[in-house]
């Protein structure tokens, strides 16, 4: 598709240069006066008149303007990020440039296959020319989509507009939709998995009542994955309890993501333009101190005040690394991954099960070979077990807490609505 692309860019463009070249030339016999400056030619596949190239293409493709933006882009995460190349199929769709494309033009969740041999994300992945005749709006015809996004969480049903250019980085910056092998079994024997994967029956969070139960399954989980900037920026998808109001709009909502992430470039400390780091420091011309530091801390006391509650609760588990003293807190199973419940108190000679991710590369097709395995083993964490069910009430909040611990913008991208999804999972959690 690309290279037809292009062949038929050629094709226009040496139509513009062949009409030109005619309407100058001349007839045997002397040279006459000047004339008239012939009209624009007209580009025969659409019927258009040309366009004069110097005036329109060289507002960006001048060798300089290119090396500017290839320089910034060198700085970014994209570019310099470990997982931007990350092929395999569940993955490449947001990870790889050639998976992009793809879902782009399959509008499928997924990618048809695993794709080695894939290059990271680049000038191509979010650039294509869909027009020629600049006018107005010049940078969205210059962009690979502008379209509204089905979102993963939605299954790809219905669609949401974030927005011209934001739709473009929500493409891979959203959650990306909890998936899990289904499979069931208890004869107790040790098997590979070769189960297909699929989205988990409670997301999306349509739920109302707080109070139904709910299963959380050893190999299953809620995670958001990192990239649901586009959902707090918009403020939904959060888990929102009954009959709470919400307010999902906040001061900059009707900026754009590059107007933060791709504001002025500032070549000293190497953020702004096609970094993609925001230039913070450029935020102060209008907030006159810095505003962004202290909503930042607020947000994050508030976010670790509801992970200590859930670790009350027994619905969180919090661990200290022994060497560097880091905190971390990661949700407990209530069931194992066949559906049976953990006792609290050590039953001997008790096996549950649990699949351990055993994904291999194979060395003759590069391809990954899904093979997850089944085990069984006693249940070493029975102290930290709930011992029942969820409710609905202590999932939100447990998602909550991932859904603004994986965001990264630690609540900048809509104070209000962050600190809300985290205060009322913090007041419902207290009250029950
Ligand atoms: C608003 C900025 C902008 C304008 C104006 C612009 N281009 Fe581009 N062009 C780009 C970007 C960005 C790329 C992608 C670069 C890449 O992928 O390496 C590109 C890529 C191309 C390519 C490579 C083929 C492709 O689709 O990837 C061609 C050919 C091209 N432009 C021709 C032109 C011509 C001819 C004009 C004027 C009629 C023009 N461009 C005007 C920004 C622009
Ligand atoms: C093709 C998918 C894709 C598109 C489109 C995309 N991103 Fe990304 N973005 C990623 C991935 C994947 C990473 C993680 C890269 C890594 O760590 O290797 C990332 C990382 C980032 C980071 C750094 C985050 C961190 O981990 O600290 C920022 C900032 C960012 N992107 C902003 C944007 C903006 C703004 C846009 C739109 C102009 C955009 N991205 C479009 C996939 C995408
Ligand atoms: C819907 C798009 C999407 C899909 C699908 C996706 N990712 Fe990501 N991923 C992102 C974005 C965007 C980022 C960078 C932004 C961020 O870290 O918040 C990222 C970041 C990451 C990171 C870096 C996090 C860190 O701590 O630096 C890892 C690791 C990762 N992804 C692994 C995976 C794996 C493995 C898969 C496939 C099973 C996958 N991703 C599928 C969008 C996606
Ligand atoms: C993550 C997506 C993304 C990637 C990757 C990316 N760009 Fe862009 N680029 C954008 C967006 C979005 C805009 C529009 C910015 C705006 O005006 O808000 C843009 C604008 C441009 C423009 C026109 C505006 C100008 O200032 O001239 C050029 C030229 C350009 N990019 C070149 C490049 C080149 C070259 C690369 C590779 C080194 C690249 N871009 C990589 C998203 C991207
Ligand atoms: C009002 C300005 C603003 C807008 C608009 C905005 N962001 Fe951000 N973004 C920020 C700030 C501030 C941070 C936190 C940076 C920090 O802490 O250093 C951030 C952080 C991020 C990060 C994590 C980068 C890091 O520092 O690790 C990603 C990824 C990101 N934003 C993507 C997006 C996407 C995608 C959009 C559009 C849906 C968007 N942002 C819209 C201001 C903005
Ligand atoms: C055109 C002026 C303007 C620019 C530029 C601007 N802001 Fe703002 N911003 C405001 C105003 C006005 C408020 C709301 C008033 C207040 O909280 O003082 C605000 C509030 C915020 C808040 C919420 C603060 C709070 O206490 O709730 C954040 C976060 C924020 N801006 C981020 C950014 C970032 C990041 C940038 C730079 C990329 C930026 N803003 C650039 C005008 C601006």
């Not at 499979?183 to 189960?195: F, G, I, Q, W």
């Not at 107007?259 to 011309?285: P, R």
């Not at 603004?404 to 962050?418: D, F, R, T, V």
Request: include cysteine.
């Amino acid at each position: 598709m690309k290279n037809v692309r292009k062949l038929f860019y050629a094709a226009g463009l040496m139509v513009g240069v062949a009409c030109l070249m005619l309407s100058s030339c001349s007839k045997e016999g002397p040279q006459g006066p000047a004339g008239v400056n012939g009209i624009n030619g007209v580009n025969g596949t659409n019927g258009l008149n040309g366009k004069d190239a110097n005036g329109s293409c060289l507002v960006c493709h001048t060798v300089a303007n290119f090396d500017a933006k290839i320089a910034e882009y060198h700085l970014s995460k994209h570019y310099l990020g470990t997982t931007s190349n990350r092929f395999t199929k569940f993955c490449a769709r947001c990870h790889v440039s050639e998976g992009f494309e793809q879902i782009l033009g399959s509008g499928l969740f997924v990618v048809a296959n695993d794709m080695p041999a894939s290059n990271r994300i680049n000038c191509t992945t979010c650039h294509s020319h869909n027009g020629f005749d600049f006018t107005g709006d010049t940078v969205s015809q210059v962009l690979a989509t502008t379209s509204p996004v089905f979102l993963n969480y939605n299954k790809n049903l219905t669609s949401t507009d974030f927005g011209k250019i934001n739709n473009l980085c929500v493409q891979c910056h959203q959650i990306r939709g909890a998936t899990a092998l289904v499979y069931s079994d208890t004869t107790l024997v040790p098997k590979v998995l070769k189960a297909p994967f699929d989205q988990l029956p409670y997301f999306p969070f349509t739920n109302t009542d707080d109070n139904a139960t709910v299963e959380y399954r050893a190999g299953r989980s809620f995670s958001v994955h990192d990239g649901n900037q586009s959902n707090l920026f918009s403020g939904i998808n959060g888990y929102e309890y009954a009959g709470k109001t919400y307010t999902r709009t906040w001061k900059h909502s009707d900026m754009s993501c590059t107007d933060c992430h791709m504001n002025e470039f500032d070549a000293a400390t190497g953020e702004g333009g096609h970094t993609l780091w925001v230039n913070k420091a450029a935020c102060t011309a209008c907030h006159g101190s810095d505003k962004i530091t202290p909503v930042q801390a607020l947000i994050e006391a508030k976010r670790i005040e509801l992970a200590e509650l859930l670790t009350t609760k027994k619905i969180f588990k919090k661990t200290v690394n022994s060497t560097t003293g880091a905190i971390s807190y990661s949700a407990v199973a209530t069931h194992d991954f066949n559906g049976k419940l953990y006792p609290t108190t050590q039953t001997p000679g008790d096996l549950f099960a649990l699949s351990s991710s055993m994904n291999t590369v194979s060395p003759t097709t590069g391809l990954v070979v899904y093979d997850n395995i089944l085990k069984y083993a006693k249940d070493s964490d029975y102290t930290n077990r709930i011992g029942r069910l969820w409710k609905y009430g202590e999932l939100g909040a447990a998602y909550n807490y991932a859904y603004i611990n994986s965001e990264l913008s630690k609540g900048a991208h809509n104070p209000g609505y962050a600190l809300q999804l985290l205060q009322n999972s913090i007041d419902w959690v207290t009250a029950n």
